[in-house]
């Protein structure tokens, strides 16, 4: 079975990173290069499928923000407070801020309507939309790459030692346990009490 999803992963790799890319990110990526140290795909074609996914989805909402600016999500959008900063950051530093918003937390959406919604020029961000998504695509396909050589070697390390395995297992569901108990209280506070 696992050698069914090895070479799954090997036909359909790049494909699913493009598709990570675009809809969800770093992490995808990230994951991208992990596969690419464990030669499952190979590391320039996962480059090339993050920097493809993050630059086609980014255009996408540029270009839906600039010719429908009345679409319910894109209003949604820029109702929220991360829309006025990238608002108020194109203003003052356009081109910088056209080639760094995916760089910043919680950008990804906002970041593209933004500049859509702004005069910044289209052919201005396809240039800077290409060079920041080839960095960023590059930086965190080489993140997870490097991740992969310090996993494997955790891994080992972990895999040898049962009181270690026993430990590892315990401090998962310790921080598990804490963001649930954590998680509800805060639910519970937030609604008046009535969960």
Known sequence: MF?????????????????GA???????????????????????VAAAAAFGGSFAADQLVFFVAR??????YIERVR????????IGFIERRPVMFCTVFRFIYGMRIAGPIAI????????RFIILNAMSAA?????FTYIGFRFGNAFELLVARIASDPWTIAAAVLVVCGI????????????????????
């Open 3 to 19: 050698a069914n999803f090895e070479h799954l992963i090997r036909v359909y790799g790049a494909v699913a990173i493009f598709l």
């Open 116 to 123: 859509g919604v702004s005069k910044v020029p289209a052919r």
């Open 135 to 139: 960095v960023w695509a590059a930086v």
């Open 79 to 86: 109702q929220r407070p991360a829309f006025a900063r990238a």
């Open 67 to 72: 010719y429908h600016r009345e679409n319910k």
């Open 176 to 195: 598990a346990g804490f963001i649930f108990i954590r998680h509800r209280r805060m639910a519970r506070h937030s609604s008046g009490g009535n969960l």
């Open 22 to 44: 675009a809809l969800e990110g770093e992490a995808a990526v990230t994951t991208g290069g992990f596969l690419a140290h464990r030669n499952l795909v190979d590391p320039y």
